[in-house]
Nanobody, 120 residues
Framework: VQLQASGGGLVQAGGSLRLSCAASGLSFTYYNMGWFRQALGKEREFVAYIRPGRTTDYADSVKGRFTISRDNAKNTADLQMNSLKPEDTAVYYC???????????????WGQGTQVTVSS
């Protein structure tokens, strides 16, 4: 199983980025896909998830600004991030789980992470 995250970078506050996660080696349509982030010196935290049927949920800190989506034909899960704030700066990870949603410990597979830096 491989999850490849991409799309991170440096952006000014108020800007946008789109992260993408390409999955291979798993039956994608059976997995919940999640995005998590870890800022320097902090624990990994939930950002958003999407279930195979496209039910979604978000951390309160990103609701209304981030949108998670998936393409079951292409085995991809994207995170559109708008109105970015300096506090969104972190390494962002995509993950796949048969049953987990919010708790990162319940995820089975992880991507390598992509750095998002938001300057003020």
């Amino acid at each position: 199983v491989q999850l490849q995250a991409s799309g991170g970078g440096l952006v000014q506050a108020g800007g946008s980025l789109r992260l993408s996660c390409a999955a291979s080696g798993l039956s994608f349509t059976y997995y919940n896909m999640g995005w998590f982030r870890q800022a320097l010196g902090k624990e990994r935290e939930f950002v958003a998830y999407i279930r195979p049927g496209r039910t979604t949920d978000y951390a309160d800190s990103v609701k209304g600004r981030f949108t998670i989506s998936r393409d079951n034909a292409k085995n991809t899960a994207d995170l559109q991030m708008n109105s970015l704030k300096p506090e969104d700066t972190a390494v962002y990870y995509c993950a796949a789980s048969r049953s987990g949603l919010v708790n990162p410990r319940n995820y089975d597979y992880w991507g390598q992470g992509t750095q998002v830096t938001v300057s003020s």
